[in-house]
């Protein structure tokens, strides 16, 4: 409505369209455990256990997984709310805080990132407009001109200023308060957003409207995301690439019409059918996997899926699978020995031989 | 027909604090012996506030409840002292979304269990136990005798609901209120969860109110679904109808917000606006602001919950079902 | 500067007056001037502070001027409307001068344990680790001592006097301050916002300020009101042992230890500056609980 159009800031495209906007390899993080006073090995809960990924510019990469399987240490150690123990970034081509890369605070501006709480990631005791415009101000841009931008951002997702602009946190609802996250990150003009299950504390009805939002920011203004989520309808809905998570690794990575067309990884495909069927004459008779998620300290040997996998073999325990590609698209990667007919497991697929 | 086993009529609840909030309006409800029923609602729809109030768990002082609440021949309403608490966790009992919080963290899981089969029986201890523990097997607790005595913190979530579940059970009630028993678990454990329950009604013949804000969930469980909206049900019908043939614009705006793979690549349509405030309910349909068909008419009169074979309705203009239409 | 925001903003012609919206301190100051008790706390205690600061105005005799055969006069006597007290002062007077020393000794420890122990709490709790560990540790060897015994034992220490035992008490409410503050900073830390502000680059003394700071005040100024009370009733213990004030000054704590020996010949008296005490305190107690609910309704 009254939004100022918004003009593309000079977005610095660096390595040109082919270049991934982020590269993360080998990513890790242990955390440790205390134990009691006596005990003399520490334990490590191996929360992000190697993690490589890549994103292509204008793409979101969704990444899924249970609680417990590293996707929203991923998304902090990224956004380096968290120091990684290991591991390294590369953004548009340049090496993050590496010699001669680009520096941490320019980083964080290209990099921003919405909450799943909406309550707890507003500051309670400031107005909605200070905190958008709190960012560009410590930045060094002039009181004004800051609220200026926080006014034309409140009024592009689709919150007027005029009303909304001087209220606090809670007089508004959880969809408003989201919308008002979102409008914080675009404040830096930031070209990968990293949304930790932003949308899943939204009602259902609400839900599509920040969705459809984040859509329509996402094509005018040429963002990155990177959706993660424990909803797969969402990041079907949402991705053109997905990435699985089990236990701090990456099971199973690939465009996400491959991800939920022609899933390769047991687990993958064991998540995919615990969705409810939505079709009561179809209802799930039966569940495809027993238990819980195992606890990340001290994960089993091999593959660590093997303890609630149907097709776990011998070979699983001794050798962890690797991340290789699969027939038909090099971009669709897994991690099971079933897809690997070198790994000696008796089910691997033969074709693959040729 | 046998009388229903539940019947709530013209159930209204408001809470007086600062703000008058009607949390529910003239709320009519009935559930036969050995029926499911999902609640489905979003947040402020009044479908916790439902079975809480079944449960009498609100503070009497600063709510106000009118109407009827009958339960396997009691009136709610009128309950007091020992035959409230017989009631509740006899009759009725309740298994909470956040198992961790519902248990208490100082006892063990068994002595929990065991402890609420001596509340409402003249059972000795031993044989207490054993229930108990027969009762943590058929929720399939594995290694269910070493769980007996593990505490709350020491079990996942997913065991911790199936715990939690045992002991709702353990007393045998009629009806069971489960509020949003599967939203804090992981996809996997969900539909362990779900395919639990469902066993048990089936074993058991008990009723349910299945509370759940995700249609997928009350699909998986329920027989007939309610949807609720600001405090009333908009729509009352079988599942199948519900999700074949919604009638109610919400139901249907909430069908088609709930995303699949079939709407890639183009907009969501999605609800606009957001759910009223309880505090200062429009004077006619409460969804009328929301609602592309809203008239004249919906924005002056609440439009009354008509039913036609079965189908249940609260709107001026539903939306026509296909055979109809035709 | 709203001005030019207006101005810039000119078709916003429908929309009726921009939503009024109440900020945080005003909605808490509503709300307590709606709490019955709130209101009868303050006025009580209005009553006093006002009686106290308008003493030598107000007050209807010298609290000094004795007089040996008007001593112990019941209350209600011509002249002395609260009798007189074992030198024959006017009561009335004396406690209205007493009230000055009593609530400046019960204010100010609070006042210097909030202001130096918000500062560490926050420091501690920001940065957190090891620094945190050291400062609660070394707090918590003064946590070990009873508040009275702590008190009276600095007191001792230092020397008697007034403004020692102003030192003394601001010693003990500290590692409460502290411990308060840092408990709440931790938890502030950990929310999403102050990761949000962290993701825009601020330095950490500008999240303190802008994000830390607001949200922590609140709980350790509730806290703070808890004490005054006790501050007051420990003052009061250090004059009655003769560690605080010295006589004649007049002092509600040291009043009922001069007191001590009329009580068998008039126990009206001698309780009146104790009754004082008990009073100002349950009012302070009363209105820090209302401030407390107050506060309390930020969802």
Same mark, same amino acid.
């Given at each position: 409505m009254n939004s100022a159009p918004h003009t593309p800031s000079p977005l610095h495209d660096r390595g040109g369209p082919a270049q991934p906007l982020l590269v993360v390899r080998n990513l890790k993080k242990h955390f440790p455990v205390r134990g009691g006073p006596l005990e003399r090995t520490k334990k490590f809960v191996h929360a992000v256990d190697g993690v490589s990924f890549s994103v292509p510019k204008g793409k979101t990469l969704g990444i899924v997984g249970e609680s417990g399987c590293g996707k929203s240490t991923t998304a902090r150690l990224i956004a380096r709310l968290m120091q990684a123990d290991s591991g390294s970034m590369v953004f548009d081509g340049e090496g993050v805080d590496e010699f001669g890369g680009i520096r941490l605070k320019e980083f964080r501006r290209s990099l921003q990132m919405v909450f799943q709480d909406s309550f707890a990631s507003?500051?309670?005791?400031?107005?909605i407009a200070e905190t958008i415009a709190y960012g560009p101000r410590v930045h060094g841009m002039p009181a004004a001109e800051a609220k200026r931008q926080a006014h034309d951002l409140l009024a592009r997702v689709g919150l007027a200023p005029e009303q909304f602009a001087s209220r606090y946190p809670h007089e508004l609802s959880g969809g408003q308060r989201q919308r008002v996250n979102i409008a914080r990150a675009l404040a830096f003009d930031p070209r990968l957003v990293i949304l930790d299950e932003a949308v899943a504390a939204l009602d259902k009805s609400v839900q599509a409207q920040v969705l459809n939002l984040l859509q329509e920011l996402k094509a005018e203004r040429q963002l990155t995301y990177l959706f993660i989520s424990h909803d797969l309808h969402v990041v079907h809905y949402i991705s053109d690439y997905v990435m699985v998570m089990y236990l701090g690794q990456v099971v199973e990575t690939g465009p996400v019409e491959r991800i939920y067309g022609q899933a390769a990884h047991p687990y993958t495909r064991a998540l995919l059918s615990a969705? $409810?069927?939505?079709d009561p004459d179809r209802r799930t008779e039966s569940s495809p996997l027993a238990g819980d998620p195992p606890n990340p300290i001290n994960p089993p040997s091999g593959c660590r899926f093997r303890d609630r996998c $149907?097709?776990?073999?011998p070979v699983c325990e001794a050798t962890s699978p690797a991340l290789i590609s699969l027939p038909g698209d090099p971009a669709h990667q897994a991690a099971c020995h079933l897809n690997d007919p070198a790994s000696g497991h008796p089910g691997a697929l033969p074709e693959t031989q040729a | 027909m046998t009388a229903p086993l539940v019947s709530l009529q013209n159930l209204s609840v408001q809470f007086c604090g600062n703000r008058k909030a009607?949390?529910?309006?003239a709320v009519n409800i009935e559930l036969g012996a050995g029926e499911v029923l999902g609640l489905l609602g979003e947040s402020g729809s009044g479908k916790s506030v439902t079975l809480r109030t079944l449960l009498r768990l609100h503070p009497e002082r600063s709510t106000k409840i009118q109407g009827k609440i009958e339960v396997d021949g009691h009136d709610v309403l009128a309950l007091k002292g020992r035959a409230l608490d017989l009631y509740r966790g006899g009759t009725v009992s309740m298994v909470f979304q956040e198992p961790g919080l519902a248990f208490d963290p100082v006892y063990t899981i068994g002595q929990q269990i065991t402890e609420a089969i001596r509340a409402h029986g003249a059972v000795g201890e031993a044989a207490a136990r054993a229930q108990a523990l027969h009762m943590l097997e058929r929720v399939q607790i594995p290694q269910a005798r070493r769980r007996f005595d593990a505490y709350p913190h020491e079990l996942s979530g997913g065991m911790r609901q199936r715990a939690m579940i045992a002991l709702a059970l353990a007393c045998q009630p009629k009806l069971l209120l489960a509020d949003e028993p599967t939203t804090a678990l992981d996809a996997t454990v969900q539909i362990q969860v779900l395919l639990l329950l469902r066993e048990l009604q089936r074993e058991t013949g008990m009723s349910v109110i299945f509370v759940t804000h995700d249609i997928g969930a009350a699909v998986e469980v329920a027989d007939r679904i309610a949807v609720m909206y600001a405090g009333r049900i908009v729509e009352q019908a079988t599942v199948g109808d519900i999700v074949r043939t919604p009638r109610h614009p919400y139901t249907v705006g909430l069908l088609a917000a709930t995303v699949g793979a079939e709407h890639r690549g183009q907009p969501l349509q999605a609800v606009p606006g957001a759910p009223p405030d309880l505090a200062a309910l429009p004077p006619g349909c409460s969804f009328a602001p929301r609602c592309a068909h809203a008239s004249e008419r919906c924005r002056r009169e609440v439009p009354p919950l008509e039913s036609k074979g079965g189908h249940a309705v609260a709107c001026w203009h539903p939306a026509q079902p296909v055979a109809e239409a035709a | 500067m709203s001005a030019t925001l207006e101005l810039s903003l000119?078709?916003?012609?429908?929309?009726?007056?921009?939503?009024p919206s109440r900020s945080y301190w005003r909605v808490v100051g509503r709300q307590l001037r709606r709490d019955p008790m709130a209101l009868a706390a303050g006025l009580v205690l209005l009553l006093i502070i006002g009686a106290a600061v308008l003493a030598p105005w107000?007050?209807?005799?010298?609290?000094?001027?004795?007089s040996m055969l008007k001593r112990l006069l019941p209350i209600g006597s011509p002249g002395f409307l609260l009798g007189t007290d074992e030198l024959g002062r006017d009561m009335l007077s004396r406690l209205m001068h007493g009230g000055r020393l009593s609530l400046l000794m019960g204010v100010v420890p609070v006042l210097a344990a909030f202001g130096i122990g918000t500062a560490i709490g926050l420091l501690a709790g920001y940065v957190g680790g090891r620094l945190n560990m050291v400062i609660m540790r070394v707090l918590d060897v003064f946590y070990a001592f009873p508040s009275v015994l702590l008190a009276v034992a600095i007191s001792g220490a230092l020397g008697p006097g007034m403004s020692n035992s102003l030192i003394a008490l601001t010693l003990v409410f500290l590692p409460q301050v502290v411990r308060v503050a840092e408990s709440v900073t931790t938890q502030v830390r950990q929310l999403d916002y102050i990761e949000a502000a962290r993701m825009s680059g601020a330095s950490a003394f500008s999240i303190i300020r802008v994000h830390v700071l607001g949200n922590v005040l609140g709980p350790v100024f509730v806290y703070a009101t808890g004490l005054l009370s006790v501050s007051m009733i420990l003052a009061s213990g250090l004059s009655f042992l003769g560690l605080g004030v010295k006589p004649p000054e007049p002092e509600w704590g040291l009043m009922l230890n001069t007191l001590r020996s009329a009580i068998y010949v008039n126990p009206w008296i001698a309780a009146l500056p104790g009754a004082l005490i008990f009073v100002t305190s349950i009012a302070f107690n009363l209105l820090a609980d209302s401030v407390r609910s107050a506060m309390d309704i930020r969802r």
């Open positions: 507003l500051n309670p005791r400031l107005t969705v $409810p069927s939505m $149907p097709h776990a073999h | 009607s949390a529910l309006n | 000119p078709a916003a012609a429908p929309v009726a007056a921009p939503a107000l007050a209807p005799a010298d609290p000094y001027k004795a």
